[in-house]
C-alpha cells in the first residue's frame, strides 16, 4: 500500500521557519522524483520545488528561491522542505508528491498535506 505522510506543518511567525518531512511506503522510494506543492484557501494546488529521484537536480518556483529548500534522503524514504524567511502568504496546505514515468506507465501519489500557518 503506497503512503506519503507529511509532518512537520504548524503555527509559526512570520520571519521564522519550519522543516516539514514527507515519510514514503510502499514503493520503491529511489526510483521517484519528488514534489512539494501547497494550496492555500480557496486557491488552487501550486508547486513549490521538485527534487529529481536521486537528489542531484532542484527546481524551485521563484518566490520560494532562496527561502525554501527541498531534499531527500533515499536510505529513510523521506524528503524534506526546509522553510525559511516564511511569510503569511506561505500559508498554506503543504503537500508532497511522487512521480514517475516508467514508459508508457505514470505513477503519481500524493499525500494528505500538512497545514502551516503564518502570523503576521
Known amino acids: 500500500q503506497v503512503q506519503l505522510v507529511e509532518s512537520g506543518g504548524g503555527l509559526v511567525q512570520a520571519g521564522g521557519s519550519l522543516r516539514l518531512s514527507c515519510a514514503a511506503s510502499g514503493f520503491i522510494f529511489s526510483f521517484y522524483d519528488m514534489t512539494w506543492a501547497r494550496q492555500a484557501p480557496g486557491k488552487e494546488r501550486e508547486l513549490v520545488a521538485v527534487?529529481?529521484?536521486?537528489?542531484?537536480?532542484?527546481h524551485y518556483v521563484d518566490s520560494m528561491k532562496g527561502r525554501f529548500t527541498i531534499s531527500r534522503d533515499n536510505a529513510k524514504n523521506t524528503v524534506y522542505l526546509q522553510m525559511n524567511s516564511v511569510k503569511p502568504e506561505d500559508t498554506a496546505v503543504y503537500y508532497c508528491?511522487?512521480?514517475?514515468?516508467?514508459?508508457?506507465?505514470?505513477?503519481?501519489?500524493w499525500g494528505q498535506g500538512t497545514q502551516v500557518t503564518v502570523s503576521s
Open positions: 508528491n511522487a512521480r514517475r514515468v516508467d514508459g508508457k506507465n505514470q505513477y503519481n501519489y
Open positions: 527534487i529529481s529521484s536521486t537528489g542531484d537536480s532542484t
